[in-house]
């Protein structure tokens, strides 16, 4: 049997104990206590004629995210770069599966989009495919907690994020939109294409025709949006986006600090022994693939390679937009009948 507590010391455990699980309950104060956040308020009210209470009611509604800001993080440990890892993530049958039915449900919307914006319409599929699965993970987080933990809490990035929140805030207003119910991903990405609020309010176009941009649930307005983006950002229709290169032996380091940027004249990359099948007149990026305990694959990259990387800055994501793209094309193709109208637009003889 236990020894006997004292009354007094019972009672100051309780009361430990009933402060520790009162610490431990309450929620973080709301973005609406946030000294930084009511300055914010009253620019966006002195600026864009919004009303300083009434969104300051809506942060009253939110709070800092832990899953936010840790997903933002950098890993502490991070994998070093594979594009063996990283390609499967992408380039696999449910994916390219996907692409076709997508392609198939929706072929009378890419077929404009491609013939508006000059963008062919394996690339638009792909990228929508690489974004969210042709709609099917458009992201679980609130869109203005998101926005706002980032731009008040996670001061690497603050500028940018604020600026994001002030346009996701914009586009709430010009669309009729309840900011407090808008979904998307962990850094405020939107649709089913997943643009930030900027390129939403920059790039996004109403495809479908009922007087408003809705990227989360009209898909003709995600696929001419896509389109346009890849447009406004500099697609050169008809023209090339990658072709493999072959090396001998060890390269000039230099040739890949020269970025994603086209730079590079093929010829003189002959010179220096990297090879393609290509015009030799052309200027391209060079484009190393590495995998660990791997020969690095060597690809060049021309400007529509490039101007997929303003979608997402890396080599990885654009390659894998534009094989997800050939495969998604080339599976779609096997499927045509001969003579159709279709067959004749999109294969290859």
Known sequence: MMNAIPKNALA???????TGLGHAATPPASFADDPAVIDF????????GFNADTLLGQFAQTRPNAKVLQ?????????QRSWERYR??????????????FWQENEGALVK????????????????????EYGRNTGGFRVLEALA??????????EFFRTELEQFLLLSRENGLDPLTVKGSFAGAIGIPQFMPGSQRRYAVDFDGDQRVDLGNSVDDAIGSVGRFLEQHGWQAGQAIAVPAATNGELDPTLLQTGLRPSLKVADL???????????????????LVSPGKDTEYWLGFEN??????????????MSVFQLGEEIRNRLCVQLPATTESRGRYCRA
Do not use: M, W
Request: aromatic fraction near 8%.
């Open 113 to 132: 989009a491609s013939a508006l914006y000059g963008v062919p319409p394996e690339i638009i599929v792909a990228i929508i495919g690489v974004e969210t």
């Open 305 to 318: 390679f490039y101007v997929i990387t303003r979608y997402n800055r890396s080599s990885f994501y654009a």
């Open 88 to 101: 499967p993530r992408f380039l696999n049958d449910r994916r390219i599966d996907g692409g076709v039915r």
């Open 71 to 79: 997903l933002i993080k950098p890993p502490t440990s991070p994998l």
């Open 41 to 48: 308020a009253r620019d966006l009210e002195q600026r864009h």
């Open 149 to 158: 933990t980032l731009a008040f809490k996670y001061p690497q990035r603050a």
């Open 12 to 18: 100051a455990l309780l009361l430990a104990c009933i």
């Open 270 to 288: 002959a010179s220096k022994g990297v090879r393609a099948d290509t015009d030799p007149q052309g200027t391209v990026a060079l484009i190393d």
